[in-house]
C-alpha cells in the first residue's frame, strides 16, 4: 500500500511538472501552483525529485522559498504579476471580435491577480 502510494505521488507531481511548463505557454494554466504541488507531492514520495525541484533555475529558489516560510520575493512577484498581465493582454488580442471569451479572460486575469497579491512577500 506505501508503494502505491509513493508511486501515485510522484505520478502527480510529474503530472504537475508538466502542467506547469504548459502553463508557461498558455495563460490559463497558472504555473505556480502546479509546481507546489509537485514540490509537495516529491517532498512526500521521493527526496531525488524534491532536491531536483528545488534546485531547477528559475523555479528553484522560488519553490524553496515558499517552503520554508510560505513567502515570495517582492521582486519575484512583480515578475510573475507581469508576466501574467502580458500572456493574458496577449491572448484577449488574439480573441478580437470573441468579446465573451475576452471577458472571461479579463475575469479569470482580475481573479488570478488578486490570489497573487494576496501571497505574503518576503
Do not use: N
Not at 62 to 89: N, P, Y
Request: with cysteine; charged share 15%.
Amino acid at each position: 500500500m506505501q508503494q502505491i502510494k509513493r508511486y501515485l505521488l510522484i505520478s502527480v507531481g510529474f503530472t504537475s511538472v508538466l502542467l506547469g511548463i504548459i502553463g508557461v505557454f498558455l495563460p490559463l494554466l497558472p504555473t505556480t501552483p502546479f509546481f507546489i504541488l509537485a514540490l509537495s507531492c516529491f517532498a512526500r514520495s521521493s527526496t531525488h525529485f524534491h532536491q531536483k525541484l528545488l534546485t531547477t533555475p528559475y523555479i528553484g529558489q522560488l519553490l524553496a522559498d515558499w517552503e520554508t516560510d510560505k513567502k515570495i520575493d517582492k521582486q519575484r512577484k512583480k515578475q510573475i504579476m507581469l508576466l501574467v498581465i502580458g500572456s493574458f493582454t496577449f491572448s484577449i488580442f488574439i480573441l478580437t471580435g470573441r468579446i465573451y471569451l475576452q471577458l472571461m479572460l479579463i475575469s479569470t486575469l482580475f481573479i488570478l491577480l488578486f490570489f497573487i497579491q494576496r501571497i505574503d512577500e518576503k
